[in-house]
């Protein structure tokens, strides 16, 4: 059900894409779902959302305590009642991933979201640096899947922000390597 694009997590996301888009909140999908939009359907039972620090004021002023339960002891994640999938709000502008070990890559404006299969979501280069700033091995198996489905090349890290290009470069190895790879 999953990956046609049905089931509580994408009726969540859909509800909440529709309640951001009549209130004139602009948005970025990131996270598990995002990889959707990449080519690599894999499964995620939350929804990850970047808003502008404006935009979750407004979102927390319409939709908190109504159309989204606030998850006590997380600020920033909300769970809808109907599906019971979390969502997590992440703030434009603030550092994104492993705090000691980034410094600098933030979370994008949602102005600057892009339309990929149906996802409202961040471009391709922004999204790999946003799963390797984590420094979690799941993110880096994602990084792995995209640069195997997108076809993408070692050239690519130049794309990247330097402080990733390096992560990106074993990812690519990791992801062309004979023994490993289903191809």
């Given amino acids: ?12 996301l859909r509800a909440l894409e529709q309640r951001l888009r009549n209130a004139e909140i602009d948005y970025a999908v990131i996270g598990g779902l995002a ?11 939350d929804v990850d959302v970047v808003l502008a620090e404006a935009g979750f004021e407004e979102f927390k002023r319409q939709f908190a305590g109504s159309a989204y339960v606030p998850d006590e002891g997380a600020p920033r994640r909300y ?3 109907k599906s019971e999938v979390a969502i997590d709000v ?4 603030e550092l994104a991933g492993h705090p000691k070990k980034n410094s600098r890559i933030r979370f ?5 979201a892009e339309e990929h299969n149906d996802l409202r979501t961040v471009s391709l280069p922004r999204l790999i640096e946003l799963k390797l700033v984590t420094w979690r091995y799941k993110d880096w198996g994602d990084v792995v899947e995209l640069i195997r489905r997108n076809d993408l090349d070692e050239a690519f890290a130049e794309q990247l922000d330097p402080l990733v ?9 990791q992801a062309n390597d004979p023994e490993y790879s289903p191809r």
Wanted: one cysteine or more.
């Fill in 90 to 93: 992440l703030i434009a502008g």
């Fill in 79 to 81: 769970r809808d009642p």
């Fill in 108 to 112: 994008p404006d949602p102005t600057a």
């Fill in 1 to 12: 059900m999953f990956f046609e694009k049905a089931g509580p997590v994408w009726d969540a």
């Fill in 35 to 45: 990889l959707n939009a990449y080519n690599y359907p894999r499964q995620t039972v």
């Fill in 165 to 173: 290009r390096t992560p990106f470069r074993e990812c690519y190895d």
